[in-house]
């Protein structure tokens, strides 16, 4: 394989997990809006999200025990948020430098 075509690969593994990275931030932040906008619990859409959201911030969601509601959901899914985008990007930009 040649050197072009192995940054190729490189580079398309790169956009692969940075889109993937920005997915489940997406999602996360989704969700987030959605809590601090009330939004419906029994809706079948907010449902989904929130049941994605805590499926990947599993690890973080009750990180921090804050006494209030809405702050506990911005700081323990946001910090799961933040480091899905910084780790993603991260590897992606090392992916890219080969």
Not at 45 to 53: C, P, R, Y
Request: net charge neutral; no cysteine; proline share 1%.
């Amino acid at each position: 394989m040649s050197v072009a075509a192995r940054r190729s690969s490189a580079n398309q593994i790169a956009v692969a997990i940075r889109l993937v990275a920005d997915v489940a931030a997406g999602i996360i932040a989704l969700w987030v809006l959605l809590y601090l906008l009330d939004a419906n619990p029994d809706n079948d859409l907010v449902s989904v999200v929130h049941d994605g959201a805590r499926t990947l911030a599993a690890w973080s969601y009750d990180l921090f025990d804050i006494s209030r509601d809405w702050v506990r959901v911005v700081v323990n899914y946001g910090i799961a948020a933040v480091t899905y985008l910084v780790l993603g990007h991260l590897v992606a930009a090392q992916l890219s430098r080969r």
